[in-house]
């Protein structure tokens, strides 16, 4: 029997095909720094023309998924023809944006109504509006989040992974290994240690930490991974000042 096609809010639950989840550069403030005084001296070597987003970074960059205007559009569009938005506020008949630059938007889907928040940073030699339309794009995608919209991308990770399955398999990996003839308890630390360091997402990080947690029971191996997720935590999160809107989000 073939599943009937969702619609309307149903629909916005829907994820995304690949083709239409794009790659955002990331870079922390000590990378975008460290790569300007090398371009400085004329030392392109940190920087690199990236394949994945198209965009001039350093090479160590970190990608965050996300879904961009047309597409959510789109989707709006398919779930409900009549969708809209407005700003929260109004000044002087014009949107209100707030001190920051930032704007709350009201989004109606099928005559649901939620709120969504959306900001900007300004770029230098930015053409006129261009701020004020990427704040726009941002708060609609805030606020299609709230209606479930590419809940997975701003999750980072398995959002509805089952956990009593995952508990019984951290619960049953330590013995499954040590009964092995072959088992080398350093071996198998450093395997989850270059685990660790090699995750590029969040969502990988937590992945190879969890694995390597319920492999290793040694007091000294925990701390030793433990410190290792939290450096590679550090490298992978640019500061909150690099984020736009209320979350960290790539949605």
Avoid at 11 to 29: A, C, D, M, N, W
Avoid at 207 to 226: L, M, P, S, V, Y
Wanted: aromatic share 6%; net charge negative; with cysteine.
């Amino acid at each position: 029997m073939t599943e009937k096609a969702k619609t309307g809010l149903d629909l916005l639950r829907e994820p995304f095909p690949p083709h239409q989840i794009s790659k955002l550069p990331k870079p922390t403030k000590q990378q975008t720094d460290a790569l300007k005084q090398a371009m400085d001296k004329k030392d392109f070597s940190l920087g690199i023309r990236c394949q994945l987003c198209g965009a001039w970074h350093h090479k160590d960059v970190v990608h965050l998924d996300y879904v961009g205007h047309a597409a959510l559009t789109d989707r709006l569009l398919d779930a409900d023809p009549n969708w809209s938005w407005e700003p929260a506020a109004y000044r002087d008949g014009l949107p209100a944006f707030d001190q920051t630059g930032g704007l709350w938007i009201k989004l109606t889907v099928c005559g649901v109504t939620r709120l969504g928040y959306g900001h900007a940073a300004g770029k230098p030699n930015q053409d006129p509006g261009a701020r004020e339309k990427e704040v726009i794009g941002d708060a609609l995608r805030n606020a299609a989040m709230r209606f479930g919209a590419a809940l997975d991308l701003w999750h980072k990770g398995d959002l509805h992974g089952d956990a009593e399955s995952d508990n019984a398999a951290e619960d049953d990996a330590p013995a499954q290994q040590q009964d092995r003839p072959d088992f080398d308890p350093d071996a198998a630390l450093q395997a989850h240690l270059a685990a660790i360091q090699a995750a590029t997402t969040l969502g990988a990080l937590k992945t190879a930490f969890d694995k390597a947690k319920a492999a290793i029971e040694d007091t000294e191996g925990r701390q030793r991974i433990n410190a290792a997720k939290e450096a590679k935590k550090a490298a992978l999160t640019p500061p909150a000042d690099d984020f736009p809107g209320d979350e960290r989000n790539a949605a």
